[in-house]
């Protein structure tokens, strides 16, 4: 079975300050791994994914995430917070052979100016 | 290229009526997964349908829930009889075919997602 934790409830951090949003994973296979985020009644708009390759994955916005597999982490970072990166963070997994996303119960972030 | 359609976006339904929630999937993908989110909580899988075929129902309460993906139109999450515990957000999202690793169809773009409330 998959399952993926996100220890942080919520994150705060100040605008320009650097962020880090927390992803742990469990898979048995080969682990393919996303994050999406989710702005207020809107849909998840996808951020970026690692599915194999270099560990550090760079997607959109300027957001970036490291995958570490012997800590079995996906840790979702940003190097300069904005206002507007303020939602909710999703991690999610798949695992081979599986097309079903684990989501995680997500971390809200809020920048504060 | 429209993204993932689906409608309505929101929909109030009494305890013991039927809720329709119909998804067009992007132009060019074949693949459709449904998921369900209570509120304060992350998306939990449904099912996912390819044109005409279940692929995987194992997150599909046994009851009252039904999903289909016709040769044309939309696909239908059908949910009978509902209960107050059916109130979330359904959304849906789409995938191209394909079978490479990196290759975009490992992505799944959602839709807005319909809110459905049983009063």
């Known amino acids: 079975a998959q399952s993926v934790a996100q220890p942080e409830d919520q994150v705060n951090v100040a605008e320009g300050n650097p962020l880090t949003v927390k992803c742990t994973y469990s898979v048995s296979g080969n682990p393919y791994l996303f994050w999406y985020v989710q702005y207020p009644n809107r849909g998840l708009q996808f951020l970026l994914k690692y599915i194999t390759g270099d560990n550090l994955v760079k997607g959109s916005y300027g957001f970036e995430a490291e995958f570490n597999k012997s800590q079995t982490s996906f840790h979702l970072k940003k190097p300069s917070a904005l206002v507007s990166d303020s939602a909710l963070y999703f991690c999610a997994v798949r695992d081979t052979g599986r097309r079903a996303l684990t989501f995680g119960s997500g971390t809200r972030l809020q920048v504060q100016p | 290229n429209a993204g993932v359609m689906q409608n309505p976006r929101h929909l109030v339904r009494r305890r013991g009526q039927e809720a329709r929630l119909r998804c067009s999937p992007m132009k060019g993908h074949s693949h459709v997964y449904w998921y369900r989110q209570l509120p304060e909580e992350g998306l939990k899988f449904m099912v996912y349908?390819?044109?005409?075929?279940?692929?995987?129902e194992s997150g599909m309460p046994k009851e009252r829930f039904s999903a289909e993906f016709p040769k044309e139109g939309p696909s239908i999450l059908r949910i009978q009889q509902v209960v107050r515990g059916d109130s979330a957000a359904y959304f849906c999202?789409?995938?191209?075919?394909?079978?490479?690793?990196?290759?975009?169809?490992?992505?799944?773009?959602f839709g807005p997602g319909t809110r459905l409330t049983v009063l």
């Open positions: 349908l390819q044109k005409e075929n279940i692929i995987d």
């Open positions: 999202a789409s995938s191209p075919a394909g079978t490479s690793e990196g290759s975009s169809y490992n992505e799944q773009f």
